[in-house]
């Protein structure tokens, strides 16, 4: 009965490749968001999507592309994978994105380039 | 444009003592407050929040926090910490008002000895 689910949990790939997460939850969320936590602990939020409209883009390189199929998925497309993109990506949701609920956080893909 | 200081990389403590995790902020307006904790190839899970009201906040595992509005802090509690309290806290913060995003601080991790 996982609330916030996330796959892969480990991506491991070479640069210059495209690749993909996905992310679910079960909550009946209306946003749901994207961060990446740096080899320091250091969370960023990336990207965030309410009803499936993005609502926040941070400073994020256009290689990124956040896709929303329904509320309940927010999948994480990345395109010419770079040394940098290393890091854990982590998926949340909240009942929504103007309210004060907790998010909820999946537990993370380690994506590493080689 | 808000933000978050965790002076403390690391706190140490031992079995059954009382510990605190500093954490302060700048935001426009009135905040919403948080703390999250990490354990090891995890997610965040949520410990408190403080939105409005007492000061002293009681959230999960025995962990409060209390709200400093001249100080501009939110530190977390415990009376009595436990090995097993051992992981890497977050906090973050909001402004009030409707629509933006949650800052995270650059995290702690907490060392309970037995």
């Known amino acids: 009965d996982t609330a916030v689910s996330q796959t892969p949990k480990y991506l491991v790939t070479q640069m210059g490749n495209d690749k993909s997460i996905k992310c679910e939850q079960n909550?009946?969320?209306?946003?749901m968001y994207w961060y990446k936590q740096d080899s320091k602990k250091f969370l960023k939020i990336m990207f965030s999507?309410?009803?499936?409209?993005?609502?926040i883009n941070e400073t994020v390189p256009n290689r990124f592309s956040p896709k929303s199929p329904d509320k309940a998925h927010l999948n994480l497309h990345i395109n010419s994978l770079e040394l940098g993109d290393s890091a854990v990506y982590f998926c949340?949701?909240?009942?929504?994105?103007?309210?004060?609920?907790?998010?909820?956080f999946g537990d993370g893909t380690r994506l590493s380039i080689l | 444009a808000q933000s978050v200081a965790q002076p403390e990389d690391q706190v140490n403590v031992a079995e059954g003592n009382p510990l605190t995790v500093k954490c302060t902020y700048s935001?426009?307006?009135?905040?919403?407050l948080f703390w999250y904790v990490q354990y090891p190839n995890r997610g965040l899970q949520f410990l408190l929040k403080?939105?409005?009201?007492?000061?002293l906040v009681k959230g999960s595992y025995g962990f409060e926090a209390e709200f400093n509005k001249s100080q501009t802090s939110f530190h977390l509690k415990k009376p009595s910490a436990l090995v097993s309290d051992s992981a890497l806290y977050f906090c973050?913060?909001?402004?009030?008002?409707?629509?933006?995003?949650?800052?995270f601080g650059g995290g702690t991790r907490l060392m309970v000895k037995p």
């Open positions: 949340a949701s909240s009942q929504d994105s103007a309210d004060n609920q907790p998010q909820h």
């Open positions: 909550l009946g969320h209306d946003t």
């Open positions: 999507y309410n009803n499936k409209e993005l609502i």
């Open positions: 935001v426009s307006g009135n905040p919403y």
């Open positions: 403080y939105i409005t009201g007492d000061n």
């Open positions: 973050a913060v909001r402004p009030g008002h409707a629509g933006n995003m949650l800052t």
